[in-house]
C-alpha cells in the first residue's frame, strides 16, 4: 500500500503539471486537443473525449503532455484562427509553457505546508546523534578518547554533525592508511625532513643504502568537509597514494630511518609519511557542557566500534504564520541543496551511475511511508514536485525550458523559428530523453536490487 500511494503521489505531480499548461491555455483561448497522462510509446489504456478535450491515459506513464491543435498536420481549424497556440502573443506562449513549472512549485509549497498544518511540525533536516554502546577491541583508540554511552556528538573534525552521514563520511574517509595526505601536510613533513637530512634534494631520488632520519612525529591530515559533503550534495574526493608509495608509508609506520633502495625522492617519502592514521577529535554534549574528547584512529577499514543513535529535530509549526514560513523554509532549503546536487552531476562530481528516477523514488518514497508514516510521503511529494518544476526549466529541447529558448529566439530575432527545424531539434532531443529515461531506470533497477 505505501508503494501505491507513493505512485499515487507521483501521478499527481504529473497531472498538476499538465493541469498548469491546460489552464493556462484555456485562459487565453487556446484549443487544447488532447491531454495525455503518460507518453505516446506502446499501446493506448484509456481514451475518452470529455467536452472538445480527448483524454488520454498511455501505457508509458512516466510524463504527461497537453496537445494542441499546431501539433497536428491535419488539424482543420484554420491557420489563422486566434484559437492556434502559434497565433498568440509570445508572452502568452510563454506564460503557457510556464505554466507546468509554476504549477508544480505551487503544489510542493501547499503539499509542504498540509504536513505543517495536519503534524503541527516539519522535519528540519537535521538529527541529534548520540553515542552507543562501544564494541571496539579494548586497545582500540575509542577507548581512551573519554567518549561515554549517551554523549551527543556535536562536531567531528571541526564539523558540524547533525546526521549520520556526515559523521560516517568523516569517519571513513579517516581510514588508516587510506592514502590520504594534503600538500600542505607533505610539505610540513618534507620540511621536517630537510632538516633532518639537509645534504638531499626535494626531487632527486635517493641513493640505494643511505640511511636518511625520519621526524618523530609526521603530520597527519585531520579530515574536514564543507557543508555541501556533509549533507551528501556531493562527494568529498579524494586522492590516494599510489600502490608503491602505499607499501612505503606501511614500511614506514613507526620507524625512525629508512634505509633507501634507490627507488624514491625525499618528495616521495614525505608522501608517504604523511599518511597512515587521520586523528578523528570529536565534540560532544555531556550533562550541558561542550566536551572536546582526545583523537579517535579508526582502523583500515574506517571503523571506530560504536554504534549511533538517532533523533531527529523538528520544527514546530503551531501558528498560521510559522506554518506559511517554515514550509518555505523548508522548500527553500532542500531545493536549494537539490540544485548544487544538480550542478554536481553536470559538473562531473556526481557520477551518473548516481542518476536515479521514478522507480527508485516510488520503492524509497514506500518505504519512507512505511517507515515514517503517510507525511514523510507527501514531503518527498513536495520535492519531487520541485525537482520537476526545476528540470523542466532546464534549457532542453523537448523540455518547457526548452520551448521558452525558442520563445526568447523568437523574440531576439523579431520573427518566428522555422517549424520544421524547431520540430526536428525537439524531436531529436526527445529521443535523448528517451534513452536517458532508459538509463535511468536501469540505474534504479541495480539500486534495488543491491538494497
Not at 49 to 72: C, I, N, Q, R, T
Not at 340 to 361: C, E, R, W
Request: charged share 20%; net charge neutral.
Amino acid at each position: 500500500m505505501s508503494v501505491i500511494l507513493m505512485i499515487l503521489l507521483i501521478s499527481l505531480l504529473i497531472l498538476v503539471h499538465e493541469a498548469g499548461h491546460f489552464l493556462a491555455a484555456r485562459a487565453f483561448g487556446i484549443k487544447v486537443d488532447k491531454f495525455g497522462f503518460g507518453l505516446p510509446i506502446g499501446p493506448t489504456l484509456f481514451k475518452k473525449k470529455v467536452g472538445d478535450v480527448e483524454v488520454l491515459v498511455h501505457a508509458f506513464l512516466l510524463g504527461g503532455y497537453v496537445s494542441f491543435p499546431d501539433d497536428d498536420k491535419e488539424c482543420d481549424l484554420p491557420e489563422d484562427s486566434p484559437e492556434r497556440f502559434t497565433n498568440k502573443p509570445a508572452w502568452q506562449r510563454a506564460v503557457v509553457v510556464s505554466a507546468g513549472v509554476i504549477a508544480n512549485a505551487i503544489c510542493g509549497l501547499l503539499l509542504v505546508m498540509l504536513v505543517a498544518i495536519v503534524s503541527h511540525k516539519l522535519p528540519s533536516g537535521n538529527y541529534e546523534i548520540f553515542a552507543g554502546d562501544i564494541s571496539a577491541p579494548k586497545e582500540a583508540s575509542i577507548w581512551q578518547s573519554g567518549l561515554e554511552k549517551g554523549d551527543r556528538i556535536l562536531k567531528a573534525n571541526g564539523c558540524d554533525i547533525n546526521n549520520v552521514y556526515s559523521l560516517v563520511t568523516i569517519v571513513q574517509n579517516s581510514a588508516k592508511n587510506n592514502g590520504i595526505s594534503t600538500e600542505k601536510t607533505i610539505e610540513e613533513n618534507y620540511e621536517k625532513l630537510k632538516e633532518l637530512n639537509p645534504g638531499l634534494s626535494r626531487d632527486e631520488i635517493i641513493p640505494e643504502g643511505i640511511a636518511i632520519r625520519l621526524p618523530e612525529v609526521a603530520a597527519k591530515d585531520v579530515i574536514s568537509m564543507d557543508k555541501y559533503a556533509l549533507k551528501g550534495a556531493k562527494y568529498y574526493k579524494k586522492e590516494g597514494l599510489k600502490i608503491g608509495l602505499k607499501e612505503l608509508s606501511k614500511n614506514l609506520n613507526g620507524k625512525s630511518a629508512y634505509i633507501s633502495d634507490g627507488k624514491y625522492t625525499m618528495y616521495e617519502v614525505a608522501k608517504a609519511i604523511s599518511d597512515g592514521e587521520h586523528p578523528v577529535v570529536f565534540t560532544v554534549v555531556r550533562d550541558g557542557k561542550a566536551i572536546e574528547l582526545k583523537p579517535i584512529y579508526p582502523d583500515e577499514k574506517g571503523l571506530v566500534g560504536i554504534g549511533l543513535d538517532t533523533k531527529p529535530v523538528m520544527t514546530p509549526t503551531t501558528k498560521p504564520s510559522t506554518v506559511v514560513t517554515e514550509s518555505w523554509n523548508y522548500l527553500w532549503d532542500n531545493t536549494y541543496m537539490m540544485m548544487y546536487s544538480l550542478g554536481q552531476l553536470f559538473t562531473g562530481n556526481i557520477p551518473v551511475k548516481d542518476m536515479h528516477g521514478v522507480v527508485a523514488i516510488t520503492k524509497i518514497g514506500g518505504d519512507m511511508i512505511k517507515e515514517n508514516g503517510k507525511s514523510a510521503g507527501v514531503l518527498l511529494a513536495a520535492l519531487i514536485s520541485m525537482n520537476l518544476a526545476i528540470l523542466n526549466l532546464l534549457p532542453i529541447p523537448a523540455l518547457d525550458g526548452g520551448h521558452l529558448m525558442f520563445l526568447i529566439i523568437e523574440k531576439i530575432i523579431g520573427k518566428p523559428l522555422d517549424d520544421k527545424i524547431v520540430n526536428t531539434i525537439s524531436n531529436v532531443f526527445f529521443f535523448l530523453l528517451i534513452i536517458l529515461m532508459v538509463f535511468i531506470v536501469f540505474n534504479d533497477i541495480v539500486l534495488i536490487m543491491h538494497k
